[in-house]
């Protein structure tokens, strides 16, 4: 009687097995993030003078790396990717206009959710390897935006010119690199987000306008201070104001 009864009991737990296989998943759909680049509420055009306090700048380079972007729950968090590479002004784009950034992020679980944490560079963890750690289609692959002189990786890239006195004369020029581990940043976003077929997309809008309006006040470029972020690994001042500001120039919708 032994011999026959192991196989019938495996025959039944494969049967149960197979039952099991073909529960249904919990549903799920691709979330689209759409990130923009504006200046005062309209996108962002390379080289276009834009109002400044008193006098005027421009810009010709914005990008950024985006860490850790989860999806809150209540005290539920679900994070969808830990870094995302974003160009708003790729040497390629066929105009001076901002581009629209897109990520598709694949496999997200339907429901309501309330609120989205972004990551504003590179976190420590990750910030503590280079570009030659990683496949060359991973977003930290690349040789540019790695400050060797640092050991670490340049968060964000924001580069254009000030005219100070409104005479079409550019007064100089405005480098703002971030990095290092002590300006990493993450900010949370308290909104109803939905996720179902067919009406998943988040956008997140950055406006410079706001970005550089410190506590009410304009940052003051009428100081070459103020023009750079520091090459002194130990001198984040200008990093610092602008990190800790980012959450404040941001806008997330859907």
């Known amino acids: 009687m032994k011999r026959f009864l192991f196989p019938s009991l495996f025959f039944a737990l494969l049967a149960l097995s197979a039952c099991e296989d073909k529960s249904p998943s919990a549903p799920a759909s691709d979330l689209t993030i759409t990130f923009k680049?504006?200046?005062?509420?309209k996108p962002l055009e390379k080289y276009?003078?834009?109002?400044?306090?008193?006098?005027?700048?421009?810009?010709?380079?914005?990008?950024?790396?985006?860490?850790?972007?989860?999806?809150?729950?209540?005290t539920q968090e679900l994070t969808l990717s830990d870094i995302e590479w974003v160009d708003f002004t790729p040497d390629s784009a066929p105009t001076d206009t901002a581009v629209d950034v897109s990520i598709v992020l694949k496999n997200v679980p339907d429901g309501n959710y309330t609120g989205i944490r972004?990551?504003?560079?590179?976190?420590?963890?990750?910030?503590?390897?280079?570009?030659?750690?990683?496949?060359?289609a991973h977003p930290l692959s690349r040789e540019n935006e790695f400050?060797?002189?640092w050991g670490s990786y340049i968060f964000n890239k924001i580069e254009g010119r000030v005219d100070l006195n409104n005479n079409g004369v550019f007064d100089g020029g405005l480098i703002y690199h971030c990095g290092s581990d002590a300006v990493y940043r993450e900010y949370m976003f308290d909104l109803p987000i939905s996720v179902k077929p067919?009406?998943?997309?988040?956008?997140?809008?950055?406006?410079?306008?706001?970005?550089?309006?410190?506590?009410?006040a304009w940052l003051d470029l009428s100081n070459p201070y103020n023009h750079i972020t520091?090459?002194?690994?130990n001198d984040v001042v200008?990093?610092?104001?602008?990190?800790d500001n980012f959450g404040?120039?941001?806008t997330v919708k859907q």
């Open 48 to 74: 276009k003078l834009y109002g400044y306090s008193t006098y005027q700048v421009d810009f010709s380079r914005f990008n950024a790396f985006m860490a850790n972007i989860t999806l809150l729950n209540g």
């Open 37 to 41: 680049a504006l200046y005062d509420g």
């Open 118 to 136: 972004l990551g504003y560079g590179v976190p420590p963890s990750l910030n503590a390897k280079q570009p030659k750690d990683f496949a060359p």
């Open 230 to 233: 520091s090459n002194d690994v």
């Open 238 to 243: 200008i990093a610092t104001k602008l990190m």
């Open 198 to 216: 067919g009406a998943a997309e988040i956008v997140v809008e950055f406006d410079l306008k706001k970005l550089f309006v410190l506590n009410g």
């Open 147 to 149: 400050w060797l002189g």
């Open 248 to 250: 404040n120039a941001t």
